[in-house]
């Protein structure tokens, strides 16, 4: 017990079926009066709704995976020409992403909606893209200030997408356990994030809203415990894999995941007993494993368009940004295994 946290300043509303008279409620305690509403097509209707019930200055729907320079440069300049004093993002994490770009710069405050399992919304790290480099952050002042959770607006999110969404969520569980600055706070919020993904992911689709909520509940807890514990091996993987060959973002996590969980966990052994445990099974990786044969996760990065020739690249850009305190050593001959293992979707090892 010799450890700080640091526990991040947000208000957190559940409110199923209420999201429109939730996001008036927050914006009414910010006082603002000129909104930027960020959304794209697919959060239409119930950005449809919220604009109904709050002061809108300007709706942009210019969103573009991995936020790229140009898109925030975009964003920020509607944000300025129509003098915004808050923001509402209504999406999954590129939404959010690109809402954080703007109050980068701006400092407005963020109210988010997540209609996926991503969790961005929970967490103070910014992300921008640039000629395929994409440089990450942290900042509180992207931190959205109140998060708005409704299940009803994930009940028509695609099998698929929520299988990959709710994975990439797992992930944020698994790494901090074992990230740079994780700490007994953090593998608390970790462990009972694990349980609610793996008991409501697989219920998503037969349990309706409330298999929603409980993986709403679960990412959550993800996510803020990633907040804190920071980005360990997997993310740094993950995150200049889609930075360098535009891979979708959830999907990319669901396959890299069991292979550093593989890779970490012998000698991780505190941490691998603790997701064990949440699992409910021996090992954590058995766990994982029960969990992605039960909702069929994605198995290959080829599947996404990485090339086997751009392995060698990856290794490259990746070494120099894997923590020094990765619980297993990294070198070019294993991470290249690692890599190649999830590139052609092998059982990890």
């Known amino acids: 017990m010799d450890f700080s946290h640091d526990t991040l300043p947000q208000r957190v509303t559940f409110a199923r079926a209420g999201a429109a008279a939730a996001v008036a409620s927050e914006i009414a305690r910010l006082d603002a009066e000129r909104v930027m509403l960020i959304a794209g097509e697919s959060a239409a209707q119930p950005a449809d709704r919220i604009s109904e019930l709050i002061p809108i200055a300007v709706r942009h729907s210019d969103i573009v995976m991995h936020v790229p320079v140009d898109a925030a440069d975009r964003a920020r300049a509607a944000a300025a020409d129509h003098d915004a004093d808050a923001i509402v993002c209504i999406g999954g994490g590129s939404a959010t992403g690109l809402a954080k770009a703007v109050a980068l710069t701006t400092g407005l405050p963020i109210v988010a909606v997540p209609t996926t399992y991503a969790g961005s919304e929970a967490t103070p790290v910014w992300g921008l893209t640039d000629n395929r480099h994409k440089t990450t952050g942290i900042d509180v002042a992207v931190l959205p200030r109140a998060v ?202």
């Open 148 to 349: 708005v959770y409704d299940a009803t607006l994930l009940a028509s999110l695609q099998t698929d997408l929520a299988v990959a969404s709710g994975l990439n969520a797992l992930a944020h569980c698994i790494d901090a356990m074992w990230a740079p600055h994780a700490d007994p706070i953090d593998r608390a919020l970790a462990g009972e994030g694990i349980r609610a993904l793996a008991s409501g992911l697989p219920r998503v689709a037969s349990a309706g809203l409330a298999g929603i909520e409980e993986t709403l509940y679960g990412a959550y807890l993800a996510a803020t415990a990633f907040a804190s514990a920071g980005s360990g091996m997997h993310h740094k993987i993950c995150h200049v894999l889609g930075g360098m060959f535009n891979l979708p973002h959830a999907q990319t996590h669901s396959v890299v995941l069991p292979h550093v969980l593989a890779f970490n966990a012998p000698n991780a052994v505190d941490a691998a007993n603790r997701i064990a445990t949440a699992f409910g099974s021996d090992t954590a990786s058995i766990g994982l494993a029960q969990l992605r044969a039960a909702v069929d996760a994605p198995r290959a990065l080829s599947d996404y368009g990485l090339a086997e020739s751009d392995l060698p690249a990856a290794v490259e850009a990746i070494l120099p940004v894997i923590p020094s305190n990765n619980p297993t050593p990294v070198t070019p001959e294993n991470l290249a295994a690692l890599l190649h293992a999830a590139w052609k979707g092998d059982e990890p090892r």
